[in-house]
C-alpha cells in the first residue's frame, strides 16, 4: 500500500491532518470515536499504511473486537506481507513513525489486545508516535496509553499548540455523539 507522499518530510501536524483525513472516513457513531492513523516511513518520507476507526472487519482470526485505526494499519501491512499482524515488525522500515489523531487504547471494552499493547509488540519498530488528542474519558476513564507508551520507552509527542487542528480533531472524533455544549480545549461533547 505504499504511497508516496506530497507532505514535507518531518511536517507533523501535516501528516497529523493527513490522519485527520482517513479519521473522516470512519463511520459516526455514537458508541465509538473517529479515529484516523499512518504509518509514516520518515526517512523516505513514505506513507506505509493508514487506517481508520472501523476501516476493516471485526473480530479477525485469534482476534475479537472492533478494528482501531491504528489496528488497520497493521493488518493492511500484515495482509501485503502474507503475514499475521502482531509479526510486521521486520517488514517496517527502521524509521517508522505512527500518527494517530487520538491517543492509542490502553484498555478496550472490545476486544482482548490494546492498541498499546500491539505497538509495544512490535518491540523497538515503532519509535516515535505523534498523537492529536488525549482519549476522552468518554467510554474509558483515564487512558494512560501516551504514559505506558513513554514508559517502555517509545517517544511520544502530544501535538497541542495548535487550538485551529485540535478542535478539527475533536469534531471528527465526536462524530455520531450528541453534542452537549460548547466545544473549548477543555471540555468535550
Not at 457513531?29 to 471485526?58: H, Q
Not at 487504547?105 to 505497538?119: A, K
Request: aromatic share 6%; net charge negative; with cysteine.
Amino acid at each position: 500500500m505504499t504511497l508516496t507522499s506530497t507532505i514535507a518530510p518531518y511536517d507533523h501536524k501535516a501528516y497529523m491532518r493527513y490522519a485527520l483525513e482517513q479519521a473522516k472516513l470512519s463511520p459516526p457513531s455514537p458508541s465509538k470515536f473517529c479515529v484516523g492513523a499512518a504509518l509514516v516511513d520518515a526517512d523516505t518520507n513514505r506513507v506505509i499504511s493508514t487506517g481508520y476507526s472501523e476501516e476493516l472487519s471485526r473480530d479477525r482470526p485469534n482476534d475479537p473486537g472492533s478494528t482501531h485505526a491504528e489496528h488497520c494499519c497493521f493488518i493492511k501491512v500484515a495482509d501485503e506481507n502474507g503475514i499475521h499482524d502482531f509479526d510486521i515488525a521486520p517488514v517496517l522500515p527502521p524509521n517508522t513513525v505512527l500518527y494517530t489523531t487520538m491517543e492509542p487504547c490502553n484498555q478496550r471494552l472490545s476486544g482482548n489486545r490494546t492498541c498499546v499493547e500491539r505497538i509495544l509488540g512490535l518491540g523497538s519498530a515503532i519509535k516515535m508516535v505523534y498523537v492529536g488528542i488525549r482519549e476522552p474519558n468518554t467510554f474509558i476513564q483515564d487512558n494512560q496509553g501516551i504514559n505506558r507508551l513513554a514508559a517502555a520507552g517509545v517517544k511520544v509527542v502530544l501535538l497541542e499548540d495548535d487550538d485551529t487542528l485540535r478542535q478539527e480533531i475533536l469534531e471528527v472524533t465526536f462524530a455520531g455523539h450528541e453534542k452537549r455544549g460548547a466545544t473549548s480545549s477543555s471540555s468535550f461533547w
